[in-house]
């Protein structure tokens, strides 16, 4: 962004950061705000290093600066272990309202918590905004409890289960629940289950330590080789060991679910609780499922209380019932998705593939129950609303604009301070920092700085001033959370149109599908680069665009030019042609390929011999959770723009087709990445 655009930036901020005087002096202000500019960089290369002191030394230096906020954050959180509790208070009373404070209070709170100074945080936590700290949620919790509040259980046990790594607050709060009774020994070795399935050894190892420290030293033993520690076991001396045992199983049946399922048939299922055996059998149906395993289905069969699973192991249930693709199984999908928790089921995922269930009895209570469902999600929202849409009759098109902003509006966003703040930062190249200030802004204040979040009409108007300064993934991500006044225009960007449609046509891509890519890769931003190496606009691996560059001659290519948008737009159209053809123009084989790489969606379509299925029902059995929301999201991105370019009704189902494995029609891919 130009320097002129940050200057008008700061001149809209309500914060006072430049005076009158200076505002009359642009050459002066220029040299000045680009000196503090240089310095707020540096501080934020300071803090990513821990320099306490050259954080220290640099600050005075953008004292009045409209990022000062952040530039003070960073220098009191590099030394908050040994900042006197007063200059904490004074921090969060100088920029009270500001992401910047309740920022500071979270890394506050947590320090309260492994100090245990109760009466300080409790006095804190009140005014805690955010409260998205899943340790901090822990640690409030099991103060309320210990205050004789209602039952804290479901709250520690949510936020400890979600975490994926080993923390204080929340093995410290379930320590207490389980000393007072309030959470059980199961509830302890779930959590080591689900730590071990991750392969997450010292978050399983602290649960063990709270109801058999003895047995500690085991659970590295059986991260390290599950198969030698069942092996060695002929019997189960006591309780704690035969749940070691299961540990143990959960384990194995990440690396080989076949092998472990016949270890536990064979010689540990009379040994175990019911629960444990539903438990052991629901995790291996679930690797077999994800590794697209016949026996899936087999394996869940052995669960006899389908109540003693989790949702990931019900959902897994559910999707391999589904690419199983016989009548009979419909009513395990049914049995499965109603056995899920209640927050699951709301999921449109489940909303949908119920009513679809639902719709193969045929019954008239079932007919009314399916088109309810489906009515209720029904959408151009996403990936499953918009197939509900289709369920009950209707096309996918634009919806009519919402009503013009008014000058109030747009004025009201002008001058809110933390969006100001963030769309400077971006600018200034912090990005993150913009990124979460912004959030924060749109999430937690109004306008006029008071808690409560946005309107509709203010996240229109924040949107429309994303969009306006050409920060896209904002403009985007802000536009898409209002549910009745929808903007396409805002949701659906075409930046560098003329290139983009200009490179489709030439190639015979339908551009539509390009921008729903660009759209899921790097919501248009430029210089995007993700923690893999992949850059810019179609978010290209070097490897990639080499091999590509060569395919479609693009001579004398290198690598920084990977870089350049209209490069960038060749090579990732160019790669995106070839998967496409070489998939049979199937698009979400192509999007999977394009996310994975081609050999995945090649092992994903199954072995030869397999059934022919809806592609919704392949792309719902992709294994990776990245790929499986990836494909969903770019179908449902082309959709609406092909609504868009066209002006036309659109079928999501017409270009989503069938998949069947690579015996049927479409031919193996010979794309080879080296």
Avoid at 238 to 255: C, F, H, P, S
Avoid at 510 to 525: K, N, T, W
Wanted: hydrophobic share 40%.
């Amino acid at each position: 962004m130009q320097f002129r655009t940050i200057l008008t930036l700061i001149a809209s901020l309500a914060l006072g950061a430049l005076s009158n005087a200076a505002q009359s002096q642009p050459a002066a202000d220029a040299r000045g705000a680009s000196r503090s500019d240089s310095v707020l960089l540096e501080m934020q290369q300071a803090f990513s290093k821990g320099d306490r002191k050259r954080l220290s030394a640099l600050l005075p230096q953008v004292r009045g600066h409209a990022l000062e906020p952040w530039a003070a954050y960073w220098e009191l959180k590099a030394r908050l272990e040994d900042a006197p509790a007063q200059e904490v208070q004074d921090f969060f009373l100088r920029y009270a309202g500001s992401y910047q404070e309740d920022r500071l209070r979270n890394d506050w709170l947590l320090l309260l918590g492994q100090r245990r100074d109760w009466t300080s945080f409790a006095a804190q936590y009140p005014a805690y905004r955010m409260g998205d700290d899943k340790e901090v949620r822990c640690y409030a919790a099991m103060i309320a409890n210990s205050q004789g509040a209602a039952d804290q259980a479901d709250e520690v046990r949510r936020n400890w289960y979600a975490l994926r790594e080993a923390d204080l607050g929340c093995t410290q709060a379930a320590a207490a629940l389980l000393a007072g009774n309030k959470l059980g020994a199961l509830d302890v070795w779930r959590k080591a289950r689900l730590a071990m399935e991750a392969n997450r050894p010292r978050s399983a190892r602290n649960a063990v330590e709270l109801v058999a420290p003895e047995f500690a030293q085991a659970v590295t033993e059986i991260n390290n080789n599950a198969a030698k520690y069942l092996s060695a076991r002929v019997t189960v001396p006591g309780k704690t060991r035969k749940e070691l045992v299961v540990l143990a199983i959960v384990k194995m049946a990440t690396n080989d679910a076949d092998a472990t399922a016949a270890v536990l048939d064979a010689k540990w299922s009379v040994h175990l609780s019911p629960e444990e055996r539903n438990w052991a059998w629901g995790v291996i149906g679930k690797q077999a499922a994800m590794h697209i395993g016949s026996e899936a289905l087999s394996y869940y069969t052995h669960v006899t209380k389908d109540a003693d699973l989790n949702d990931e192991m019900l959902a897994w249930k559910a999707r391999a019932a589904l690419r199983a693709g016989k009548s009979a199984h419909w009513p395990l999908v049914l049995s499965s998705i109603n056995a899920m928790s209640e927050e699951a089921r709301r999921d449109p995922t489940w909303i949908y593939w119920k009513a679809r269930a639902l719709l193969q009895g045929k019954s008239a209570a079932e007919l009314t129950q399916a088109a309810t469902l489906f009515e209720s999600i029904a959408s151009v929202r996403g990936f499953y609303e918009q197939l509900a849409l289709e369920e009950l009759g209707r096309k996918i098109t634009a919806p009519p604009p919402p009503a013009p902003l008014t000058p109030e509006e747009l004025e009201a966003t002008r001058l809110n301070p933390g969006l100001n703040r963030a769309l400077m930062a971006i600018a200034l190249g912090l990005r993150s920092e913009g990124v979460r200030e912004w959030n924060y802004s749109t999430n937690l204040s109004n306008p006029r700085g008071a808690p409560g979040g946005m309107s509709e009409r203010e996240l229109l108007a924040a949107a429309d001033m994303a969009c306006r300064h050409q920060v896209w993934d904002r403009c985007i991500n802000t536009s898409e959370r209002t549910r009745t006044e929808i903007d396409f225009a805002q949701r659906f960007p075409m930046p560098h149109r003329e290139a983009v449609l200009k490179r489709s046509q030439e190639i015979g891509l339908d551009p539509a599908y390009v921008y729903g890519l660009i759209r899921q890769e790097s919501r248009f931003i430029m210089d995007a680069r993700s923690g893999v190496g992949a850059s810019g606009l179609m978010q290209v691996m070097p490897p990639t665009a080499r091999w590509t560059a060569k395919k479609i001659g693009l001579v004398d290519f290198k690598p920084h030019q990977i870089s350049d948008r209209d490069t960038n737009i060749a090579i990732g159209t160019g790669y995106l042609k070839l998967v496409l053809d070489d998939f049979a123009g199937s698009m979400p084989l192509a999007a999977a390929a394009y996310n994975a790489g081609p050999s995945r969606p090649r092992n994903w379509r199954g072995a030869s011999g397999g059934p022919v299925m809806e592609a919704a029902i392949w792309a719902e059995n992709v294994p990776f959770n990245e790929t499986r929301d990836y494909v969903k999201k770019v179908l449902s991105n082309t959709t609406n723009y092909a609504a868009l370019i066209t002006g036309q009704p659109q079928s999501l189902k017409a270009r989503l087709g069938m998949v069947g494995p690579r015996d049927a029609g479409a031919p193996d891919v010979n794309i080879e990445l080296p």
